[in-house]
């Protein structure tokens, strides 16, 4: 069962956002047991949808379907504005699994250096965005040597660098003290009123603009 909450949009200046993602039908099996079924819903520039729900609901399955990693599902993820536009969707995409993805023998630039190069986007900012999460003097130590807390903050740096339109986030507080919690917050805020959309998966709800799709449960919560 599926429940999907009504929703506010965050402000979004400048002309209507088109939708950029649309599922339908949607479901999902794993071990032969029903994560999820029916679920439906369109997104645009603006929106901020929390995908919620308990340990095993089908929460990092969705996000991985949606990112193109995870094919085993029934139903469509569509990405209507940029197939209209003859664009591949996956070049507007960032996705930020609830692991860190690193490299442990990498620095913490070296390792994002090796994402921009692999996804073909600049590396000017790097530092800077390390810095702005509290990493500076901490960008040429082996992420070995990195607390949980601080690898987490490594790939969340791409939050201000990655140019990608949409942001699939796979439990992005994970290992964050309270004031990353709330710089993270802050740049998800500020990312969909620049006419961003946010997924992310998390029981750390966000604010009333915030719609939430609560897996497992025939009864939703705001």
Known sequence: MIYSASFSKYPVKGPVQPVLLHISDLACERDDRELFAGLAFSASG???????????AGKTTLIRALAGLFGG??????????QQQGQD????????????GLR?????????????????????????????????GFEDLPVQQLSAGQRRR?????????????????????????DG??????????????GGLVVFSSHHRLDDAVRQIHLGSSEGRH
């Not at 949409?166 to 994970?174: A, I, Q, S």
């Open 89 to 100: 969707p996956r070049q507007h995409v960032l996705y930020l699994g609830h692991r860190p």
């Open 46 to 56: 603006g929106d901020v949808v929390q995908v919620a729900g308990a340990n095993g």
């Open 104 to 136: 442990d023998e990498l620095t913490a630039r070296e390792n994002l250096n090796w994402w921009c190069a692999v996804n073909g986007c600049s590396s000017a900012g790097i530092d800077g965005a390390l810095a702005l999460v509290g990493l500076a």
């Open 154 to 178: 490594v790939m969340l740096s791409l939050l201000w660098t990655a140019p990608r339109q949409v942001w699939l986030l796979d439990e992005p507080f994970t290992a964050l003290d309270s």
């Open 181 to 194: 919690v709330a710089q993270v917050e802050a740049r998800i805020r500020e990312h969909a009123a620049g």
């Open 73 to 82: 599902y029934q139903g469509r993820v569509q990405w209507p504005w940029y």
